[in-house]
Each structure stands twice: as structure tokens, then as C-alpha cells.
């Protein structure tokens, strides 16, 4: 096979200078999609790897690039590398790649694979698909070429785009990366070295003539000039700055205004059709640099936020016209602006001879100064770290100033203090915490409260919600508190109660003002009072009494002359209560007990007694009657005519009731009358009378009935207090006759 190029040289004259900076635009593109196509290098996309790793096809690089076989040799050209793109998906971006490299220079395609394959064959990789003779005569060229570290190959990597963008100085400080050995390696890397030169040298000298001349249009034009030939030159960007700063050092047009977050605002006139770059310089800072927060236009404002401002430093701001990324005059440039972020969001709060202040940093912060100035002059001055939060103890009552001044670390070294934030406060006086709460059952009833500390306050007893009661100490608003407790009252000697059952805690706070201070507090258990008592006589001298049970009583104590006995409210309800008070008058008080006092019971709550009811139960009264009767007949039958009754053990202060007896006979007479009006009325002693009398006799109407059998008398009592008199009856057989 001919190989047409360096037959008669031979490989080795034939190989010339190895490229040692690629020089092409779309490197960076290149490099991206090979990675992701997992390509060592870009050559590898022109071949099959089966077909590379058995040798029926590989590529050949010095004799421009071209696609062989063991019987053909073809040189790859922009539609050979289009039809391999269409034939190859998986490789398709990186042989478009290759293909718009080849068009705009065919020497630059064989550059860009000689540069990536010079490290492989450094490092021994094998399987790269190349023409073996090729391969061995890079290897053996490469002790002659200079080996290039990952800054110097970045940097060369780097001169395409920064000289299609026109950033010449950029360029220039690349290509001193890469180093004086690489420019006399690579003539093409030297020859763009010297045209990069001519050009840098032109701007110098006009960089020179606006110096000399400065302030003039002349000057601006030169600046101008300069940008259009190296847009990156930053003395030209500082010259136009300088034209544009105001006379006096203050704005020019920008304004810029710091805001919260040491983020800086900016502003200035619009211009209609015009474009705006805004650049940040300062004494700190290399080079001038762009201003990447949002910028946008306001009706004939435009606006834009520097988000990350450098801090410590004092810089200036300038928007400058632009067109396809050129300035076309002087820009509009704000005063000197020291970007030291200051605190937000100051509060001061006051407590009891103390002031609590609290702010927020910025972020860039390395310290704060928390200064207080009081009604006579200085009263503290304290140098923090990071901290949000101070307390100023001791303090006097009366108006105070706080100064915070935050603190940051200069990029130039030592710290910068931003502008002061001032905030006022006032200490107000605040009453004493009550220390100790007592409560005291009274003997009989109430409680009585009493403690410790609080002097020149008001002492306030109050209910908070279960659980949420404040620890003691606790600093207040009056009108935070709970409604005062309209029963409860704090040093007063005599025993108060509430009206029905309480249970719960009993809370003190101290109130001077508008302020308070929580106290301690104390757990009761007051039962309810016993309702509507009410006593019934029984047989044989006992008394069951009736009343509504209290509510939140654990036991209700009865006593009486002579005795006492207590009763749960199961054994109540169950039971009843009766008493033991025999025939006689007697009074029973009935005292509710709270839980905490049965045996057994819990001893947290302090058990309040409430005052006992007092119930006056009458003598038992008895009414006795009896029928007194003759005999008539031949049988000589014992026929009533007249009835004795008499009463005993009443209380002569109260009423008795009417006694009645009833007559039932004819067929109705085989049972007695159920109720007073269960048959005839024969006979009615008034109560007062027989209060009166208590032992009469009183003769029977002449009734028909009473002397033909059978026939049934029975007495009843009838009227107030019926039902605290017993009537007592004679044998069955005198009332019901057969």
C-alpha cells in the first residue's frame, strides 16, 4: 500500500512538531461528549473496537487523518465524518464534533488527535486503534517533547475560547501558564503567541496615550479601542471607571444602597435599546468583576441586586453600555461603598433590673460589639463572637440605648465594623417574687392563705389551665394572668370558701403594674355543700336523713350528741343514712370531707372542710287511740261509742296533724281502709286541739252501721308534719268487727 506521504523521508522525517495546545473553540465540547461516550480519546469513535483490537481497520494521524484497512487508505474529510455520525449513533456527537473542527481547518483536525494521543502513548496505553508504525514513532519522539502538568494542559486547552471570546489578557496570562519550553516545542502555539503579542502590545500603547492624557474624550475613545481589541483588559475597564467617578467621589449616576442579607441594591437612568453590564472594583479586588445578581429594567430605572458582595472591602459599582458585549461609553459609577453588613432584627426586652437584647448576624460576620448607654451614661460594653444574644443584669429603672456594631474579617487583613445599629429600651420596675404559699384549713371551714416575699406588690391568687401554670419566677404581663379567684384572698386572717366543690391548683403571682412575676402554688380539694337535708323519723328512735350528696365529697361526717358516724356516698345511695338518736329532739350537723381526708387518702391536695348543715330533728311523737265500747244485745256484743286519743313526745313549737278515723262496712269490710278516703269519715280532732288536749276522749256519731257487723275502723294522721308523728294502734281485733 502507497503511503503516500514521507516514502522517500520516511516516518520519521516525515513527523515533524508534535502540537502541544489544541487550539480549536469547541475542545471543551469535544472533551464533554467523548467522556460521556467513554472514549479514551476522539479517535477512537472512527473505528470499531472489534475492528481495532484485531487490526482490519485503524487510523493513521500523520499523514493528515485518514480511515485504513490492510488493502485501502482513506482520508477523512467533513462528509466521510457526517456519514460515520449517521452510521454510528452511540459516537455520533463527538464525530460531529470532529467533522466542524475539519471544515474550519484540516490541519486543526490532525492537531486536536495528536494532542490527546501523546499522553496515552506516555502513559503505554494500547488498543488506540492506530496505525502501529505511527504509533511506534510517536513513542519514540516523545523524550523530545516537553510534558505538560494539568495546570499547563488547562491553560493551553483554554487559548482557542479565550481568544474567539477576545479575551487577550486572558490569553496572555494562559499562554505564560504553559510556559516558554511549549512555545519552542509547538511553532504553532509560538506563532499564536506572537500574534497574540502584536495585538497586546498595540493596546498598551494606547493604554500609554490615554494615561498621558487623562479625562479627555480622547482618552475614553482610546479605552474604548482597547475593549474592542481585548475586552478582558481591566486597566481599560478601570480607566472608563475612573471617567465616569464623580468629581466629588459620590454617585454618578448608580446608586447603591445596602439591604438585608448583605446583599447590595442598585439603580440608574435607563436607556432606551441600550444594554447594561455592572461591574464591582475596588482597592482589594485584582480585577474588575461582574455583578451576577439579577439586573432588570423599571420603566426609565434600571435595577440590579449584587447578592454576594465582597465583604470588608470598599468597592465601586459601574453599569456600563454595552453592544454584542462590548462597552460603547462611560459608565454610570456609584460613590465608595464599605460592604460590612450590619445586624437585623433587633428587639430588646426588659425583666427585672435587666434588658435581654437579640439580633441576627449576617453570615460573613466574625464578631459583635453590644454597647449600653443608661439614664447616667455608660452602663457596659461587651465584645462577643457569633453570639445573638446578650443580657444586661443590675440595671436601674429608666430608659436605656443599645449600640450593636457587627464585626468582619477584611480580605486585606484585620477586621472592618459595619455602621452601628442603635435600639432603645426601658427598664421598668418589676414587683418582688412571692417566695413561699401556705394554705391553712380553718377548724370548722374555709382556708386561709398566707406566704413569703412579694413586698409592694399586689399578691394575686389565680387558676391557670391544667398544665399550663408557669414555674415560679416567671416574667408576665397583667393581663396575661387568669381572672383572680373572687373567693381566694392572700393575707387576710379569716378563712374564706368558694360557694360549690373546687379541686386544682391555686397559683400566686406578684402584680406591680402592667407587670408580674409567677409565684408559687398550692393544690386544694374543697368539697360542695350538702343540699337540702331533710329528717324522717323510724321506729324504735331512728332517724334516716335525706339530702342532695356533695359534689367532690369523698364522705360525708353525720354527728349528733352523743355520736358521730360517716358514710361514703356508695354505701348513701345504697343504704340511706340512718341514725341512732333515740325518742328524743336532737340536732344532727352533716360535714362533707374531701377525698384527701378518709384514711388512705392522697395527701398532695391540702383537704378544706366546709361548714357543716345543721338539721334539728323534733322528739318522736306519738298519737295512741283506742275505741272504748259497751255491750248491748243478747249476745251482749262489745259496740264502740266513743274513741280516747292522746299524744306524747311532741314539741309543743310545732303543729300535730289531724287525726281521722274511718268506718268501712257493708261488703267492703273483710279489709281495712287503705287511706283517708278508703271509706267514711266518723270522727276529726284537729291537730291544735289535740296539741291542746293531749289526752281526750271523744264520743262516736250515732252511726247504724257500728252496731251490725262486719265492719272496720282505722285511724289516720292527716296535715303538716304527718310524717314526723307516728300513730300508734290498738289491737286489730277491737277495729275490725265480723
Do not use: N
Request: contains cysteine.
Amino acid at each position: 500500500m502507497r503511503r503516500g506521504f514521507g516514502e522517500r523521508l520516511g516516518l520519521p522525517g516525515a513527523l515533524g512538531p508534535l502540537p502541544l495546545a489544541p487550539l480549536v473553540t469547541e475542545y471543551r465540547e469535544l472533551t464533554e461528549a467523548q467522556t460521556a461516550a467513554g472514549l479514551r480519546y476522539a479517535g477512537e469513535a472512527l473505528t470499531e473496537p472489534q475492528e481495532a483490537a484485531d487490526g482490519s481497520a485503524f487510523i493513521s494521524v500523520l499523514d493528515g487523518v485518514a480511515l485504513c484497512t490492510p488493502r485501502r487508505r482513506r482520508l477523512l474529510d467533513g462528509p466521510a465524518l457526517d456519514a460515520l455520525a449517521d452510521a454510528r449513533p452511540a459516537h455520533a456527537p463527538v464525530l460531529r464534533l470532529l467533522a466542524a473542527i475539519r471544515r474550519s481547518d484540516p490541519a486543526l483536525l490532525r492537531r486536536v488527535l495528536l494532542y490527546q494521543l501523546l499522553p496515552l502513548l506516555r502513559q503505554g496505553a494500547t488498543g488506540l486503534g492506530l496505525d502501529p508504525a505511527e504509533a511506534r514513532v510517536l513513542t519514540q519522539a516523545l523524550p523530545a517533547v516537553p510534558v505538560l502538568d494539568d495546570r499547563q494542559r488547562k491553560a493551553a486547552e483554554s487559548l482557542a475560547r479565550l481568544w474567539s471570546t477576545r479575551r487577550l489578557r486572558g490569553c496572555d496570562r494562559a499562554v505564560a501558564a504553559v510556559g516558554p519550553a511549549a512555545l519552542y516545542a509547538d511553532p504553532w502555539l509560538a506563532a499564536f503567541d506572537v500574534r497574540l503579542h502584536r495585538h497586546l502590545d498595540r493596546c498598551d500603547r494606547m493604554l500609554a496615550e490615554a494615561a498621558a492624557d487623562p479625562g479627555t474624550a480622547e482618552a475614553e475613545a482610546r479605552y474604548l479601542r482597547v475593549l474592542a481589541v481585548a475586552a478582558d483588559d481591566d486597566q481599560a475597564v478601570r480607566g472608563l471607571i475612573r471617567l465616569g467617578t464623580a468629581p466629588d467621589g459620590g454617585d454618578s449616576g448608580l446608586t447603591a444602597r445596602p439591604v438585608g442579607g448583605g446583599a447590595v441594591t442598585l439603580s440608574w437612568p435607563d436607556r432606551p435599546g441600550v444594554r447594561w453590564r455592572v461591574l464591582r472594583d475596588g482597592p482589594g479586588l485584582d480585577r474588575p468583576d461582574p455583578v451576577r445578581g439579577a439586573v432588570g429594567a423599571g420603566g426609565a430605572v434600571c435595577a440590579a441586586v449584587d447578592s454576594d458582595p465582597p465583604v470588608g472591602l470598599r468597592v465601586r459599582y459601574a453599569a456600563f453600555p454595552v453592544r454584542d458585549g462590548q462597552p460603547t461609553g462611560k459608565p454610570f459609577v456609584s460613590r465608595a461603598l464599605l460592604v460590612a453588613p450590619a445586624a437585623e432584627d433587633v428587639t430588646v426586652e426588659d425583666g427585672p433590673a435587666r434588658l435581654t437584647v437579640r439580633w441576627r448576624l449576617p453570615r460573613t460576620a466574625s464578631g459583635v460589639v453590644v454597647a449600653l448607654t443608661g439614664p447616667h451614661g455608660g452602663a457596659g460594653r461587651h465584645t462577643l463572637g457569633r453570639a445573638e444574644e446578650h443580657v444586661f443584669t443590675d440595671l436601674e429603672p429608666g430608659p436605656y440605648t443599645v449600640r450593636l456594631t457587627v464585626r468582619h474579617p477584611s480580605p486585606t487583613g484585620g477586621t472592618v465594623d459595619a455602621p452601628g445599629i442603635t435600639a432603645s429600651g426601658t427598664v421598668h420596675a418589676w414587683p418582688r417574687q412571692l417566695t413561699g404559699l401556705t394554705a391553712e384549713p380553718g377548724p370548722v371551714d374555709g382556708v386561709r392563705f398566707a406566704g413569703h416575699g412579694g413586698e409592694g406588690a399586689e399578691v394575686r391568687l389565680v387558676v391557670w389551665p391544667e398544665g399550663a401554670a408557669p414555674g415560679p419566677g416567671t416574667e408576665l404581663r397583667a393581663d396575661e394572668l387568669p381572672a383572680p379567684l373572687p373567693w381566694a384572698r392572700y393575707g387576710e386572717p379569716g378563712f374564706t370558701t368558694p360557694d360549690g366543690p373546687f379541686a386544682g391548683l391555686v397559683s400566686a403571682a406578684t402584680v406591680l403594674g402592667e407587670r408580674a412575676l409567677a409565684g408559687p402554688g398550692v393544690r386544694l380539694d374543697v368539697p360542695g355543700p350538702v343540699g337540702t337535708p331533710r329528717a324522717v323519723r323510724e321506729p324504735g328512735g331512728r332517724v334516716r336523713l335525706f339530702f342532695d350528696w356533695p359534689s367532690g365529697a369523698g364522705t360525708v361526717r353525720a354527728a349528733w350528741d352523743g355520736g358521730d358516724l360517716t358514710a361514703s356516698r356508695s354505701r348513701y345511695v345504697r343504704e340511706g343514712l340512718r341514725l341512732p338518736l333515740g325518742p328524743g329532739p336532737a340536732r344532727v350537723t352533716l360535714q362533707p370531707l374531701a377525698p384527701a381526708e378518709r384514711p388512705g387518702g392522697a395527701a398532695s391536695a391540702v383537704p378544706v372542710r366546709r361548714a357543716p348543715v345543721a338539721v334539728d330533728v323534733p322528739g318522736e311523737a306519738v298519737v295512741r287511740y283506742r275505741l272504748l265500747t259497751r255491750r248491748r244485745g243478747l249476745g251482749r256484743r262489745a259496740v264502740p261509742y266513743a274513741v280516747e286519743v292522746s299524744a306524747h313526745g311532741h314539741d309543743p313549737a310545732l303543729p300535730l296533724p289531724a287525726f281521722v278515723l274511718v268506718h268501712r262496712g257493708g261488703d267492703r269490710a273483710s279489709a281495712r281502709p287503705r287511706h283517708a278516703e278508703d271509706g267514711t269519715e266518723l270522727l276529726r280532732v284537729d291537730g291544735a286541739k289535740l296539741a291542746a288536749v293531749p289526752l281526750q276522749t271523744r264520743a262516736l256519731p250515732p252511726v247504724p252501721d257500728l252496731s251490725r257487723p262486719p265492719y272496720a275502723l282505722r285511724a289516720f294522721l292527716l296535715g303538716d308534719g304527718a310524717g314526723a308523728v307516728r300513730l300508734e294502734e290498738p289491737a286489730l281485733t277491737t277495729l275490725v268487727v265480723r
